[in-house]
């Protein structure tokens, strides 16, 4: 019997720098595993709708570039209470976002993770917005998220397979 796909969404505040280039290191990670790729769906979104329908910016996308991360992230979307009740893993970017997100979610499935708890588990740090910085503050946080996406990938690999077990 196959199984629902899981679905992850990676958020941070205007979704156009840090949550689409999670997204698309996910993804990518996610295409070379023969064991998550049709098996996990990833997307990302905004605590505040200000970039709806934008597509990231463009020293994110230059700095996915540089680290050779083909792929588009989804235009900026609004993480509202649907669409985040729609996810399974909800892997945020700051504790602001968590609370925020902690305050909309309604479906109590819905499990919700700091990105940097990946890394440094009770740590509770944030992944620093690249915004107001240059390539330097881009590459840095790509380099958070890629580390960060081998860990989550790792962790979707085995709750995976003890879904398969399960069935």
Not at 11 to 36: F, K
Not at 53 to 77: C, E, F, I, Q, V
Not at 133 to 148: H, N, P, Q, T, Y
């Amino acid at each position: 019997m196959p199984h629902q796909p899981i679905h992850v969404a990676t958020i941070c505040t205007g979704n156009i720098c840090r949550s689409p280039m999670a997204e698309v290191v996910l993804r990518h990670l996610i295409a070379d595993d023969p064991l998550l790729k049709d098996h996990v769906n990833v997307t990302s979104a905004g605590t505040a709708n200000w970039h709806v329908g934008s597509p990231m910016d463009p020293r994110a996308r230059a700095a996915l570039d540089r680290a050779g991360y083909p792929g588009a992230g989804t235009l900026g979307a609004y993480a509202d209470a649907a669409f985040l009740d729609g996810q399974d893993l909800v892997v945020v970017m700051t504790r602001e976002h968590l609370r925020d997100v902690q305050l909309r979610l309604t479906n109590t499935n819905t499990e919700v993770v700091l990105w940097r708890n990946l890394l440094e588990s009770a740590h509770d740090l944030d992944v620093a917005d690249p915004y107001y910085g240059g390539d330097d503050e881009f590459d840095e946080c790509l380099a958070i998220l890629s580390v960060g996406g081998l860990r989550l990938t790792s962790i979707l690999r085995t709750r995976l397979d003890e879904h398969t077990r399960d069935l």
